[in-house]
């Protein structure tokens, strides 16, 4: 007697197994050609395009042109596949097929504004319709379709507040799925798409959803935000690839690591409004970690993190840290409100650099300050003053914030100084920035914060290299100062032309190489002993001098007002915008001599011992670009860069995670979509090969393989 087989099925029953089948799986089906021909007999699909995109296996005999000028179009089929190229035009008639038919619902619109409008900007037409088919999916009483499929998402899709049944959806290249307070209508029901980046479950309701999805898969990126969860972060439950896990709670987390199997675990973020309990953490992988009890406590013990190198813990009362081995530990950010002599600072004596944003005095006194060798804080009150008392021998680095109470920069025992951050409220002049207090201080940012006039009047430093200046909305003043090593000078107005601030310049910098200054009003700017300058870029001057730019090889300049320019470049390379005066009919002076468009010889003939060939070579882009707003700070974030991808910086891993220069507190990497998905090492991407295309499904297998074909024989 010959076996029974699937096709020897009844149609009712066939089409019951089909009911709980992945588009993708049925249309790989259809390779199968006894079940193709079978499918043939009750299996349409209704298009509105003659390019099938996505049910490529599906033979043309079985396909229907839409048309949507008939109101009685035809039905056939127990089950209709249908696929949609314009989903405006298929909404707006949408009321010929609500009929309650078993019908599969593919869209292949361009949707590539999807993502912006779902992050809040004003949503255009095909994301609303997007939007409210999804709402539809989740309806009992959607008579338009059972399944809604989106085969060419593949970016990170935001649902929010929706009821879902999870196996009415299917997004098979969408990299990463948000939830934000949605639910889910069936428990019981797993999504299909299991080859997700990331997932992302946020409120309390979305918690029902996670039993939906299997987080055992090669997911990379998992976050867990105000969620209840009845179950046990093991590793039972999480992926081994996870890179990245973040759990953000209102109640105790508690994470055992006997439990867990982090074999690629690079970010851990833990937040709780009560208490953190975390032992036995192994990960030979794991780099930044954030621990945050905003009103509990924090445990964390018997761990083994080789590779870590950041580490943020903040606190309510003093964090308890006992055996906690990371030898590779370079930072530590840290905010703790109740300090006294009897806790254990023996795990923060590991590192030489360091942020306090929580009672900084408090905090030095009883770690030895002179092993530093970077340090950020913040001084929020006249107390504080009391910093300048701790002795920072090898400190290199100073990243400071001044409230309102200070109108001077304070000076440090520090010698060693290299660079100086300082953002302030009300600051009014340079203070102790002296040479004889930091006499190897080379690079200096100031960060003016509010409307007040600023002075750097009578000032001098031999070694600074570097300054940068953010001004507030007061006037600022530069005038008597020297800086016999100043290589790069920039004063940005971060209004832009919206407020501008005005400026007044008299400097000497022999050796000045790179000048920008940015919406800052200035009557008469005077160039004339800056022979070293290379690159100038200046926005807002009615007066320019330079007679002797023989070194200039680049000139921005968006002036509007100006009535006199006088310039000699000889070597100019490069400029983007011809110079002219506001009114020609006025007397104002206008010399621009130049280089440009001139060939090496045209120039040598012309310009004689003027003519330098070697800035010929010089880049267009100046090299010092990369320090401007460019901190010790971030630069320390940016270089754990390479350390954390574990590759090169020209393959395309490495470009999706980069330091957060908008977060002013702490060290924070921001992350371009989620994690790509690696199921080989990570120098080795998975590449879906057409074979995996027309694969079924494990899952349909095992159903294929379980039915008792005998009972309908």
């Excluded at 249908?82 to 008639?93: C, P």
């Excluded at 203070?431 to 930091?438: A, I, W």
């Excluded at 009919?585 to 330098?612: A, V």
Aim: proline letters at 4%.
């Amino acid at each position: 007697m010959k076996p029974a087989t699937v096709l020897d099925l009844p149609d009712e029953v066939f089409i019951k197994i089909l009911q709980d089948v992945s588009p993708t799986d049925i249309n790989n089906l259809y390779t199968i050609k006894e079940v193709s021909d079978r499918l043939r007999d009750f299996v349409t699909l209704t298009k509105d395009s003659e390019n099938v995109k996505f049910f490529t296996n599906v033979p043309k005999q079985s396909h229907v042109m839409i048309d949507y000028n008939d109101s009685d179009c035809a039905r056939a089929g127990l089950l209709e596949l249908f696929e949609i190229s314009d989903i405006v035009k298929f909404y707006d008639n949408r009321h010929l097929y609500e009929d309650n038919e078993f019908r599969i619902l593919v869209i292949t619109d361009d949707m590539s504004e999807m993502r912006e409008s779902l992050f809040g900007s004003k949503p255009p037409n095909k994301p609303m319709i997007m939007d409210k088919l999804v709402k539809m999916s989740g309806e009992r009483k959607n008579k338009l379709f059972k399944v809604l499929a989106y085969p060419d998402f593949n970016d990170v899709l935001i649902i929010k507040k929706k009821a879902l049944y999870p196996n009415r959806f299917h997004l098979p290249d969408t990299k990463a799925l948000v939830f934000k307070d949605c639910a889910n209508n069936n428990e019981s029901l797993k999504f299909w798409d299991r080859d997700f980046d990331g997932l992302s479950f946020v409120g309390e309701s979305s918690s029902s959803l996670i039993k939906s999805f299997d987080l055992r898969t090669a997911l990379a990126d998992l976050k867990l935000e105000n969620v209840s969860i009845d179950f046990e972060l093991n590793d039972k439950v999480l992926s081994p690839t996870l890179k990245l896990l973040k759990v953000i709670s209102k109640n105790d987390v508690i994470i055992d690591g006997n439990n867990l199997e982090f074999n690629d675990l690079r970010f851990l973020e833990i937040k709780s409004e009560e208490n953190i309990i975390i032992n036995n953490l192994n990960s030979t992988t794991l780099f930044h970690a954030s621990i945050i009890s905003t009103n509990g406590s924090i445990t964390f013990q018997d761990a083994k993190l080789p590779k870590l190198q950041y580490i943020e813990i903040q606190s309510k009362t003093f964090p308890v840290i006992t055996n906690v081995s990371c030898p590779e530990l370079k930072h530590i950010h840290t905010g703790i409100n109740d300090i006294d002599s009897s806790n254990d600072f023996s795990f923060f004596k590991k590192v030489t650099s360091l942020s306090i944003t929580k009672k900084p005095v408090s905090f030095l006194q009883f770690i030895d300050t002179d092993t530093l060798k970077f340090l950020k804080v913040k001084f929020a009150h006249r107390s504080q003053h009391q910093l300048c008392r701790f002795s920072f021998q090898r400190l290199e680095a100073l990243d400071i914030y001044l409230s309102g109470y200070f109108e001077s920069i304070p000076g440090l025992k520090a010698p060693s100084l290299k660079s100086l951050k300082v953002k302030a409220e009300k600051l009014v002049d340079m203070g102790e920035v002296t040479h004889y207090l930091y006499p190897q201080l080379e690079e200096l940012t100031l960060d003016l914060v509010y409307q007040v006039e600023f002075s750097i009047s009578d000032f001098s430093h031999d070694s600074l290299k570097r300054l940068q200046i953010n001004t507030g909305k007061g006037p600022l003043e530069l005038t008597e100062a020297e800086f016999k090593n100043l290589e790069l000078l920039v004063i940005n107005n971060p209004e832009g032309d919206h407020n501008p601030t005005s400026l007044e310049f008299d400097i000497a910098a022999p050796n000045l190489i790179h000048l920008e200054l940015n919406y800052v009003e200035i009557d008469t700017l005077i160039l004339e002993d800056f022979q070293k300058l290379k690159y100038l870029r200046i926005t807002d001057v009615q007066n320019l001098v330079g007679r002797n730019l023989d070194s200039l090889i680049k000139l921005d300049s968006i002036c509007d007002g100006l009535k006199s320019f006088v310039v000699r470049a000889p070597n100019l390379r490069f400029c983007d915008s011809q110079p002219y005066l506001e009114n020609e009919d006025e007397d104002g002076e206008f010399e621009f001599i130049h280089g440009l468009r001139l060939t090496s010889e045209q120039k040598k003939d012309k310009f004689k011992d003027k003519y330098n060939p070697s800035l010929e070579k010089e880049p267009e882009i100046s090299p010092y670009e990369e320090y401007s707003g460019l901190t010790y700070f971030a630069k320390l974030g940016e270089s754990f860069i390479p350390t954390l991808m574990d590759r090169d910086k020209e393959r395309d891993y490495y470009p999706r995670i980069f330091v957060n220069y908008d977060q002013s507190d702490k060290l924070e990497y921001m992350i371009n979509g989620n994690f790509r998905r690696f199921d080989d090492p990570i120098d080795k991407p998975r590449k879906k090969s057409e074979e995996d295309d027309n694969k079924l499904d494990p899952w349909l297998q095992d159903i294929m393989d379980s039915i008792d074909f005998e009972k309908y024989k």
